[in-house]
């Protein structure tokens, strides 16, 4: 018996296997190893839990990383953007930083959080 042979009608090659069985040559692409970030992170997980349909069609055809890069530098963009604007609002500027800082960091903590809440309801968990 052949090592391995190749299917015409169905396009597949497969490998003799010490059992006697023929298996398929499947191979997933390569995707390179990159740190995907926070919020990358948090959107693999939820995709994982509860839409894992969606998951495993990005995890097989090798696009699951550029997925979680482009939610996490979106995110974090959008995050930065929110807390940059409400402290404007607020007049939470240099001034009170040199005034008052721990009033400055409570709100830009809190400013950062009311961020964070937002943006992962809106584009993380979808």
Known sequence: ME?????????LHYTLAEDG???TDLALPEEEDVWVGKYGLLRETYLQEHKNRLYMSLYLSG????HLLEINEQAQTQVDQLVIRWAKLN???ETLKATDQMEWVGRM?????MAEELVLNELVYR
């Open 109 to 113: 903590n809190n400013y950062k959080m």
């Open 63 to 66: 696009e699951l990383n550029q």
């Open 91 to 93: 007049g939470c500027d």
């Open 21 to 23: 069985m023929y298996y």
């Open 3 to 11: 090592k391995h042979i190749f299917d015409e009608k169905n396009g």
